[in-house]
Structure formats: structure tokens, C-alpha cells
């Protein structure tokens, strides 16, 4: 029978050869603001290169068919920049295309806001599936569906600004004294 410091002592020996833990995959959140508009963040970086310019978030929308989808904003991963996106497959899959392959160890910046032109709908709140490589399938990172907060339009918010400024012109006349001439 092994005593407890012989136990430790191969618990430290089996540690110390076990194989290093590889890097920590790209992970993308999907931030739902309705049924058809997500807006899409990354971090991490890419363990492998993708192949034909492009990569599948696998079962993130709903089966509607195939179709295109409107981007705003811009998205980077290294040098490959993304074009456009679109849905395809069966199940249905959300596919990020980009100028160019992504390399490994590529990082994502910026964000995407994207609203599907389909019958398709974002997948429920707190789905998470798999990012795949395009061509071959390869497993590149996973995505998360969260709730996201929708930020006010823009004319709100002018709107919003000139209700202030109103006010406090008015706060402002009403502390002054009007002179009436004789």
C-alpha cells in the first residue's frame, strides 16, 4: 500500500510529463437583439488556419433555408477581413466569409452587427455550438448566444439631446426677470 507523500510524489511525476494544454480556441458571442439581429464579437485567437475563405458557426439559426444575411461594422482576423455572410446548409449555419483564409493564431477584432434576410431566426438564448472550417470541417473554436441589449437609434437619440437642450433653455429664461417699459 502507498503512503500519502509516495502518492503525491508520483501525482507530481505524472503531472510534470502529462503533455502541455493547447491554446485556448477562438470563442465568438452572439449577442441576440431580436429574432433576425445578432450583433457578433470574438476572442482568442484561430489554433488552425481556415481553408476557402470562410468559417460555419454550426446550428446557430433556425432551419428556414438558405439566403443572405446584411452586415454593419467590420470584423478582422489577422490580414482576412469578413465580406459578407450568409445562411446555408442543413442543418441551418451561420457562414462568416472572408477576404482570404484566416492564419493560425489570428486573433478577431471589431464587431459585426447582422440581421437575417430570411425565414431563419438566431438560435434561442444560451445555445453554443461549434465554429467550423468551411471546406473541411475542422473545428476551429466555438460560439455562445447571449441576450443582448439593443442600442437606441441614432435620430433617438438626437432627439433625446435636443429635449435637454430645450429644457435647459427654458430653466434658463424662466430665472430671469422680464422688464416691461412704461
Known amino acids: 500500500m502507498l503512503r500519502a ?3 503525491i510524489a508520483i501525482c507530481l511525476i505524472v503531472a510534470s510529463v502529462a503533455p ?7 470563442v465568438f458571442e452572439i449577442a441576440r437583439l431580436s429574432d433576425k439581429v445578432a450583433r457578433i464579437t470574438g ?3 484561430f489554433d488552425s488556419p481556415s481553408s476557402d475563405n470562410g468559417i460555419l458557426f454550426l446550428s446557430a439559426v433556425s432551419d ?6 446584411f452586415l454593419r461594422g467590420s470584423m478582422t482576423a489577422g490580414a ?5 455572410a450568409l445562411i446555408a446548409g442543413s442543418p441551418s449555419s451561420f457562414l462568416l466569409r472572408f477576404d482570404q483564409d484566416v492564419q493560425a ?3 478577431p477584432s471589431g464587431r459585426i452587427r447582422a440581421r437575417i434576410l430570411t425565414a431563419s431566426d438566431w438560435a434561442a438564448i444560451g445555445s453554443r455550438g461549434d465554429v467550423v ?4 470541417g475542422l473545428g476551429l473554436g466555438s460560439y455562445r448566444i447571449v441576450e443582448g441589449v439593443p442600442l437606441p437609434a441614432p435620430g433617438l437619440m438626437l432627439l433625446g439631446a435636443l429635449a435637454a437642450l430645450g429644457l435647459a433653455r427654458r430653466r434658463r429664461t424662466a430665472g430671469q426677470t422680464r422688464r416691461v417699459s412704461p
Open 64 to 69: 428556414g433555408g438558405n439566403g443572405l444575411v
Open 20 to 26: 502541455p494544454r493547447a491554446q485556448a480556441a477562438v
Open 43 to 45: 476572442s482568442g485567437s
Open 133 to 136: 472550417d468551411r471546406a473541411g
Open 105 to 107: 493564431g489570428a486573433a
Open 5 to 7: 507523500p509516495a502518492l
Open 80 to 84: 482576412a477581413t469578413v465580406t459578407d
